[in-house]
């Protein structure tokens, strides 16, 4: 990811960075994929690519069930 973000790759970064929230999703380290989706939805809502925005939305709401912080 950090090879991505220097060349000025951030989209191909963020795609790296979802493929790693989906593992920690996965090995139920959902803290950890927060993080990394947090990132992933800052940088489609500033393409404006709402789908996508949406899948990601989806995924956090999931995170943030599974560790019972229910009010984000």
């Not at 956090?60 to 984000?72: F, K, S």
Request: hydrophobic residues 40%; aromatic residues 12%; contains cysteine.
């Amino acid at each position: 990811m950090g090879t991505y973000k220097h060349i000025g790759r951030l989209r191909s970064a963020r795609k790296v960075g979802l493929s790693l929230a989906e593992f920690y999703m996965e090995a139920g380290e959902y803290q950890k994929a927060i993080g990394f989706l947090s990132d992933a939805q800052k940088t489609y809502e500033s393409d404006k690519w709402s789908h996508l925005v949406m899948a990601v939305l989806l995924q956090l709401a999931q995170c943030y069930h599974e560790i019972n912080d229910n009010d984000r």
